[in-house]
């Protein structure tokens, strides 16, 4: 039983493939460069946002021993005070009870927070040095905000939150208001907190909801809450304390993270709260790299300005995605180069149409590689993780370099029987594999490493179109074959198959799990074939 003949429609789907891979690499990246026209905001000045000063790699609030020096802070609100009257703070740890006194040369006020917890020693503490802090700055505290998300995380009841408040508004100036914060969804299950508080302060983060919300719609979607809110606690004031978008990481169904889809959001959401005169604060200042490590790379990007203060987008005119896009068909034609100088060396083919497929998978190959590199930027922050990062994405561009001088050859009608080493494959497929076990059942705060995948992939799925295997595929990689897959399903069922990512996900999944099953079939057949027939 000969092998089957690979016919005129796998080289021109072999072909078609190449093809389609170069035209997207070349469309992202000049889409992201593109300018694109946004509604103005309606002033440069932000009412208040949330100010948290941990912006230099390694800077966290986890470490209780850590202090942001009062220089810092007169550094950062000496500039944020040409932008913002009042900031929102979360803590009274790590130095930030001296934000009050040094806003208050800046002609700032500060909605000044009391972090709470399930550690009752650290919120007597927090507890102390806020109503310290607070009479010491009554002229400058607009309010203060006792325990924020406490709910939503868990750590405390309604009935402690609220003796803790009461506490606060005892020790305090009975001028400055007392407030607590939580996501709206939280204030609808806990409606007796409005009775404790001064003012109503919800949290709205159309990318965070249960139903995410593309940016596009975000907006109507905040109106439809606040009204919600203001008429399920009327009497009492409703101030939006969270609201902002992401500019990198993790789709969310059609909530996208971008630099674009954040300057529309905040414009928009600026021009709305003019209209309605409605209190708000925005998150937040600075990216966050800190919080990385608890949202994925998503969380790090929620600042008007980069963890470099400089701002991210401007208020006013068009906004480009990245400035450095043709950084992309940079790194596509060296990929080109690079792969006709590797693949023509060792040619046994002449004509035209190898050239071809190798100038093709170089440049979809460079392009890819300058995609994941660009993602690393936004996702690597610790030394470790850029170096298990690149070493993963040099693996992935050795196996692509190497299929492309095959591919080559096959398309250029000279047949490289040579295989390759059948571990390349099952290395690839079992980072895959262990890839898709994370996203199917802990990939809320993962990203999608698209480029890095799409290498060997995509290679091994044009391959598999233009050649045969000898053997039988080792169990292994037949199990991997059909787990991955299978795995790849689970997260477009849980994005509702709103998210265009994870189709795409699949489809590498299938491409270098297709041409595993179908050497499978041939060669279990065959074996079949083979065996004597039994009498009867």
Known sequence: MSPPS?????????????????????????????PVDLPDAPSARIACVSYAPFRKVGETPFDRNFIITPQRIDEDLRALSQRFDCVRTYSQSNGLAAIPAIAARYHMQVLMGIWLSGLPKQNEKEIEQGIATANANPGVIRGVIVGNEVLLRGELSPKHIIEYIQRVRAGIPAAIPVTYADVWEDWVRHPEMAKAVDFVTIHILPYWENDPVAAVDAVPHVEDVYARMQHMFPGKQVMIGETGWPSAGRLRRSAEPSLVDEALYIRSFLRYAARIHMPYN??????????????????????????????KFPMFGPVTEDPTWWLGWL??????????????????????????????????????????????RYACELPWEWILSSACLLGGLAIAAVLARRIAAHLADHHDHSEPAQWWRFGAMFALTFYDILMAFDGRYLDFPMGLFALPCVAYGVFGLLTHEKSMPSAEQRFLACVGPALAIAPIVQEMGMNKVTWLWLGLNLAIALPVLVAWRWHAVRLRAHQPQTAH
């Open 6 to 34: 690979k016919n005129v429609a796998h080289y021109g789907l072999a072909w078609l493939t190449l093809v389609l891979a170069t035209l997207a690499g070349l469309a992202w990246w000049w889409q992201i460069g593109r």
């Open 282 to 311: 925005v998150i937040e200042t600075f990216d966050q790299p800190w919080k990385r490590a608890l949202e994925g790379t998503v969380g790090g990007y929620w600042g008007i300005f980069d963890s470099n203060a400089k701002p």
């Open 331 to 376: 790194a596509g034609g060296m990929g080109a180069l690079a792969f006709l100088a590797i693949g023509g060396s060792r040619r046994g083919w002449h004509g035209i149409r190898g050239w071809i497929a190798l100038l093709l998978a170089g440049f979809a190959s460079g392009t890819a590689v300058m995609w994941q590199i660009r993602q690393m």
